[in-house]
């Protein structure tokens, strides 16, 4: 059963693909404290199909149009990669708030525009990093941050499935799509290095920066065989923990994903699915002091929903973020961008001294 709150934000989603349908514009007709106010795409016989299906109150075929609606306070923007930093930085300027897909850019350059945006314009940002608001992963992180101690290392693990289409198509609904949809230039799919760490690397390195902190440098290795690709990185945190990311795109076997967090008072394992389940990871929390463990049950696996109530928490209540923010967004292309540049050289790359794309 839906809650609504008296007072709710008022959200336009940008964008009426797979990733909206499956995700965004449920959560805005879900969610407690926000709503589904306005829809925006370019192409119409899309537009007019999500508008009979999710009842917004406003639809719009341009963007401008729908900032100029001064009944409209936040956006999420859930286009592809190449139009997050230039229409959020738009909203922006339009005086609203902005939900962005992530990575929130594909260069560091993107990214540091972006965070100035945000700064001038006084606004709320959030990314969508949203295995953040996975219960069982918000429980582990409390745990590391209140009662861990000093973190000793921290072993992460992201395997995309040659079965996954498989899986979720068991489980979506068929999205719809349209000839007329706006696409970038060029085949974001062309280069399959480049695609799989900013599709997939992104919630590696945001999960691993979420648990155990800022990340400083790295050294990257990547192996390619039969058309898979197995990055492993050698990671260096701030707070002197030891880092190891694997990113494998695609095993032969299921989707496999989670981590081993290790630290003076007690110990993390986690396996984390398919995000399409809308299931919260399975933790094992490890006590020292007494010896037991802890599994949070995490019954409400919306990360989506959750990740948008949080935003609204933000703006209308002004609560701490516990999302991603734009710093974060940032430190995430920098994470990439290093591991690329150190894939390519073989050396040992700071975070700090990086600049272009990934």
């Known amino acids: 059963m839906i809650r609504k709150q008296d007072r709710r934000l008022r959200v336009g989603v940008l964008g009426c693909g797979p990733i909206a349908q499956f995700a965004h514009l449920e959560s805005c007709v879900k969610a407690s404290n926000a709503d589904l106010y306005a829809i925006c795409d370019a192409a ?32 999420i923007v859930a286009t592809s990669d190449a139009y997050h930093v230039p ?49 069982a992963l918000e429980a582990a992180r409390d745990f590391v941050r209140d009662d861990m101690g000093e973190i000793l290392a921290l072993k992460a693990w992201y395997c995309d499935s040659t079965h996954r289409y498989t899986n979720t198509d068991a489980v979506q609904p068929l999205p719809i799509t349209s000839k007329l949809a706006r696409k970038p230039g060029g085949n974001p799919k062309a280069d399959l290095r480049q695609y799989f760490m900013l599709a997939h690397g992104s919630h590696l390195v945001d999960t691993a920066r979420f648990l155990a902190g800022e990340i400083t440098a790295v050294r990257a290795r990547l192996n390619e065989r039969f058309g898979a690709y197995c ?11 030891l880092g190891h990311l694997d990113l494998t795109v695609a095993v032969r076997m299921d989707w496999h994903e989670g981590f081993q967090l290790y630290g ?11 995000p399409w389940y809308f299931r919260a990871s399975e933790v094992d929390i490890f006590h020292e002091k007494d010896a037991t463990s802890r599994k949070p049950l995490g019954a409400d696996g919306h ?18 973020m516990r999302g991603a923010d734009v710093e974060d967004g940032l430190a995430s292309i920098r994470a990439m961008v290093a591991i690329a540049r150190s894939v390519e050289t073989g050396e040992r790359i700071e975070l700090a001294s990086v600049t272009g794309a990934v």
């Open 44 to 75: 119409p016989d899309l537009l007019a199909r999500m508008g009979a299906t999710y009842e917004p109150e406003k639809m719009y075929g341009d963007y401008d149009e729908m900032l100029a609606d001064s009944e409209l306070e936040a956006v």
């Open 87 to 135: 229409m959020s930085i738009k909203a922006l300027e339009a005086g609203k708030h902005v939900l962005c897909e992530k990575p929130i850019g594909v260069s560091v350059e993107e990214g540091e525009k972006l965070a100035k945006a945000v700064k001038r314009s006084g606004k709320v940002l959030q990314v969508g990093h949203m295995k953040r608001f996975d219960p």
């Open 231 to 241: 990055w492993f990185v050698e990671t260096e945190f701030a707070n002197g923990a």
């Open 264 to 274: 003076k008072n007690g110990s993390v394992i986690a396996k984390t699915f398919n």
């Open 303 to 320: 990360f989506f929903r959750r990740q948008l109530e949080g935003l609204a928490d933000t703006v209308l209540d002004g609560k701490p």
